[in-house]
């Protein structure tokens, strides 16, 4: 089943959509980070603490070495951490090297096939190709998405497709029917996912109604 990952650092919407039971995770970035206004030490402690599945903390080093020793400091923090790292030549470099030390990888900034293949070579246990960036400056997204979840068939490799960068409910179906491992998405796309106007109308009937029952 397709797994459902919240993409922000607002631990609100966290708590939120980890009540209504469907929440398999959290990704987070700099710029979730930096959006929340809060230190970044207290917004991971509250994220680690509510939820129960893989936390995706991002490197903000790009050479080798430093993604590494940081890569390594993440990953103490908690259980639940996949270090997330950019698809660069370095970053191949820091994703090798962890992985190999049992460290889970999330390659970011993904946005074609290749480089989604060379993520997956190198070790990683996730790659997140940005769907939403693909679509804003004119190129289909999802088709890197089919191009991926193919490949990935091809050879059963260990290593989960999640679509980031989802921008509306659409993007969710196409994922999912392609296969796609995890979505990530942020929380006004995850309480769009449960809307319908048919349910809204629907249950002001079913109440109206139940009014008229005799008790
Ligand atoms: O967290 C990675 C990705 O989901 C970012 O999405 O909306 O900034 O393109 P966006």
């Known amino acids: 089943m397709v797994k459902i990952f919240l993409d922000t650092a607002n631990i609100d919407e966290i708590r939120e959509a980890?009540?209504?039971?469907?929440?398999?995770?959290?990704?987070?970035?700099?710029?979730?980070?930096?959006?929340?206004?809060?230190?970044?030490g207290e917004v991971i402690q509250d994220i680690l603490a509510?939820?129960?599945?893989?936390?995706?903390?991002?490197?903000?080093?790009?050479?080798a070495d430093d993604m590494i020793k940081q890569g390594?400091?993440?990953?103490?923090?908690?259980?639940?951490?996949?270090?997330?790292?950019?698809?660069?030549?370095?970053?191949?470099?820091?994703?090798?090297?962890?992985?190999?030390?049992?460290?889970?990888?999330?390659?970011?900034?993904?946005?074609?096939?290749?480089q989604a293949i060379l993520a997956a070579k190198a070790g990683a246990k996730y790659v997140s190709p940005f769907i939403g960036r693909l679509d804003d400056q004119g190129q289909e997204g999802?088709?890197?998405?089919?191009?991926?979840?193919?490949?990935?068939?091809?050879?059963?490799?260990?290593?989960?497709?999640?679509v980031a960068s989802i921008r509306h409910p659409l993007h969710v179906i196409e994922a999912a029917k392609l296969g796609a491992d995890v979505v990530t998405m942020p929380f006004e796309v995850l309480k769009k996912m449960t809307q319908h106007t048919l349910t809204d109308v629907g249950l002001k009937r079913f109440l109206e109604d139940w009014k008229k029952v005799p008790q």
């Open 50 to 63: 509510l939820v129960d599945g893989p936390i995706s903390l991002e490197v903000t080093t790009t050479d």
């Open 18 to 40: 980890a009540s209504w039971g469907v929440l398999d995770g959290v990704t987070t970035n700099p710029t979730l980070v930096a959006k929340s206004g809060r230190k970044w």
């Open 72 to 114: 390594r400091q993440l990953a103490k923090l908690h259980k639940n951490v996949v270090v997330k790292i950019q698809m660069t030549t370095e970053g191949l470099k820091a994703i090798r090297t962890l992985s190999k030390e049992g460290v889970r990888i999330n390659t970011t900034l993904i946005f074609s096939a290749n």
């Open 142 to 162: 999802m088709q890197v998405i089919r191009e991926i979840v193919e490949i990935f068939k091809n050879y059963d490799w260990d290593c989960q497709v999640l």
